[in-house]
Structure formats: C-alpha cells, structure tokens
C-alpha cells in the first residue's frame, strides 16, 4: 500500500515565489521590444545586431528548455531552481551594464540560457508539491503568469521608459530584475522543500549526445525563424532539412537508451504511452502560433499604422491580458470537473474574438480602433486563460513526478517554436500586405488577424479530438472496473 501524500504546509507560499521567478523570464522574451529604439541610439547598434538582442534571448531559451527539466528531475528541482535564478540575475546585471552591441548580445544568450533553465523547474515542482484539485489551481496560476508576462511586457517596458528616461532608461528594462530575483532567492532558499540529497553520475544519469541531437534539431527550426526579420528564411532554410535529420536521430537514440535501462534526456514514451501528452502538447503549440504573434502585429498596427508610442500601444492591448489572468486563476479550478472542455471553450472563444478584431478593423475608423477593439481583446482574453492553465494541468496529469521537469521542458520547448514560428509567419503576412497596398494597416490588422484564427481553430480541432479521447478512455477504464468488480464477485459467489 503506498503512503499518503502529505502536502507541504509552505507549498503556496513556495508556489509563488517560483512564478514570481518564472514571471521574469517570460517577461523578458517580450518586454526588450519596447526598448529597442533606445538601444539602438544609445549603443549605435545595428539593424541586425539590436534583432539579435531579442532573437538571441529566444533562440537560446528554447534550446535549454529539456535539457533545464531534466537537470532538474536528476539534481533536484530546488537545487536547479537556485542556480538558475542566481544565474539569471547575474545576467540581466551584465546587460544592463553592457557598453557596446556585442557585450549586450551575449549577455542576452546567457540570459535566455538562465531562463530556459529556470523555466521547466516551476511545471516540476507543481508536480511535486501538489495533487488532485489543488495541482489544477497551482496551474492556474502558472498559465495566469504565462498569458499576462506574455501580453504586459510592451506595457512594463514603456512605463520604465518612460519613468527612466534616455540615454540609459532602457538599462532599467534589464536591472529591474536585480532586486526582485534577490529577493526571490531569498525566499527560495527559506521555502522550497528540500530533497533527499542524491549521488549522480554525469557520465550515467545525463545524456550528453541526446542534449546535443536535440539542441542541434531545435536550432534548426529557431534559428531561420528569429532570424525571419534579416531575411533568415531565404538564407537559412536549409537548416530545417538539419534540424529533420538530428530529430529523427534524437528520437533513435532515446529510444536505444531505453531500450538498455538508462536515463534518456526525453522519454519517447511520453508522447506514445503518456495518456493526453502528446495532443495536449500539439494543442500548446499550435495555441502559441497563433497567440503570440500577433503582439508584434498589433505593435506594427498601432505604432506605424496611428503612430501611437509604444507605451500606448501596450495600454490598447492590455484587455487581453487581463481577462486572460483572471480566467486562468478560475479555469485552474475548474478543471477537476470540466476537464478539457475549458480548453475547447477556450479556443472557440480566441478564434472568435480574433475574427470579431478583423471585421471591426474594416469598419471603424482608424482613431477608434483602440477603443473598437476592447470587448473583442477583453473576450478573446479570457478565452486564452482557459486554454493555458487547463492544457497544461491536462497534459501533464499522467506524467510521472520523475520525468515532471523534462515533460514540462518539452512542452514549452513546443510553445517557444510555436511562438517563433507564428511571430515570423504573421508579422511576415502583415508587412506584405502593407507593401502591397501601402498605408492600408487596418487591412493588413484583418489578414494577419485572420490567419491567426485559422492557427487557433486547427488547435481547436486537435482539442476535440482529444477530448473524445479522454471520454472513451475513461469508459474504457469503467468497463475494466466494472469487469473486475464483476469477476471479483463471481469469486465470491463460488467461495460461498
């Protein structure tokens, strides 16, 4: 008989000093945006170089993200926590200090590879320090810090400007994670629990060769899409003939690993034995594709097409952000009886209100589009926080608390390509549309906008699909239940 799990009385105490951890290194895939003009006048940058500032951070961020969750299953996720926010720190001082483009640029490599080290840590000890409905409210709150650090970091990062100033404001964007991560180390060290000190072996427990397959195979999809902007994908195609080839050698060699009884990096058996993993981690990225891009469209829309600043350009988009926090808080809740029907409500309701933006941005006039778009953002908003929190929660329930940190690395590593390929694809569609009918913003706003619809409802089909999966697996598992129980009292009877 196993032994009852006794919760951790500091969990949620625990709890938010991890997101609020977390909540950093997502921000910063998204607040150095509203900078970048900043930088590039106050370092002399160029074009390419102050691209890089931004792709860098999440070209390197995505590739760590595994190998970060399975340190942490194999050194302890407190241990592994703690570095990386230490690193983080140090790396956000670093290029908060940077004199020149290069020093900045590899300050921001560093920076991503801390935070794709931090990130995988929080879904781990979700895993580790809470169960049943409990573990669906601490997602919630984990897919409340992914939707609002994802939409607020145009917001933030102009209101420090802002209060800042030039030459050096946009310093502030990178040095005001300084005194947070102190204090969040602090606590950290106070209230995460603390495991059962373990004797690893590099050479045995971490698998070297598939840390690098898959880095190379990662690469080769991120690098050509961060790139997109300096014309990336015309020179850099090729690499995802690369990145083809060292997947599908990633995938034979976990599997040989296995196969002879040692640790592998990611357990292929994750996505072909794990109930729910691998459609909930298709949902996640498809979901990512065409959420997150289109933050970039509505800053172009914005502050080219009615010359807003960027700070008002934030401002006109934080109603997502808010009905997103507040749904994913109540979603987390409910999933214990609603179940992956939020998810699908969800994503109807983003498709939705992302078709109501492109009607309305025919039929408004120009100067309105900010106040226009509100009801639709506020809707669609509230949608995404039932589709995060509860995919999450429902895609990482079967995961075994062991292989918690390399599942919730995959997972993200899914939302980050996600990301880069629906920020390249609709930023792509946007500008095209702009240079084939110069000055018509709000017609490129409908098509980006309506593609983007189209990314959501393919992963509101996947969604269905799962969810009569999950219905036909749990009568499944009634008729085996009730199959027994019948066997049980066959036996029974025949004792008697």
Known sequence: ??????????????????????????????????????????????????????????LTFGLVLV????????FGRRRMFLFALAAFVATSAFAGAAPNETTLIVARLLQGVAAGMLTPQNSGMIQEMFRGAERGRAFGMFGAVVGIST???????????????????????????????????AFALRLLPKSEPRRVRLRTEIDFVGILLLAVAVLGVLLPLVESE????????????????????????ERALVRHGRPPLLDIRLFTGTPGYAPGAAVGALYFCGFAGIWLVFAMFFQQGLGYTPLQSGLSVTPFALGSAVAAAVAGRLVPRWGRRLTVTGLAMVAVGLLVIALLAGLVPASMAGVAFIAPLVFAGIGGGMVISPNTTLTLECVP????????????????IGTAIGTAVLASVFQSVVVAAPGRYP????????????????????????????????????????????????????RG
């Not at 850099?236 to 997947?247: C, N």
């Open 151 to 185: 939409a607020v970091g145009p917001v933030l990062g102009g209101v420090i400007l802002a209060a800042f100033g030039d030459p050096d404001g946009w310093r502030w964007v990178f040095y005001v994670n300084v005194p947070i991560g102190v204090v969040a180390f």
């Open 230 to 253: 300096q014309g990336g994908l015309s020179r850099l195609w090729w690499l995802f003939g690369v990145a083809v080839v060292f997947g599908f050698a990633f995938v034979r060699w």
């Open 401 to 416: 608390p062991t292989m918690a940190g390399a599942a919730g690395g995959a997972l993200q590593t899914g939302q980050r």
């Open 443 to 494: 017609l490129a706003l409908s098509v980006a906008m309506c593609c983007a619809a189209v990314v959501t409802c393919a992963a509101l089909v996947l969604a269905v699909l799962e969810l009569r999966a999950r219905r036909a697996r749990a009568l499944l598992t009634q008729g085996d239940r009730e199959r027994r129980e019948a066997e049980t009292s066959a036996a029974d009877i025949q």
């Open 1 to 58: 008989m196993s032994e009852a799990h006794e919760p951790d009385p500091r969990r949620w105490k625990a709890l938010a000093v991890t997101l609020a951890a977390g909540f950093m290194g997502l921000l910063d895939v998204s607040i150095v945006n509203t900078a970048l003009p900043s930088i590039q006048r106050n370092l002399h940058a160029t074009n390419g170089g102050i691209q890089w500032v931004v792709s860098g951070y999440a």
């Open 67 to 74: 190998s970060g969750g399975r340190l942490g299953d194999a």
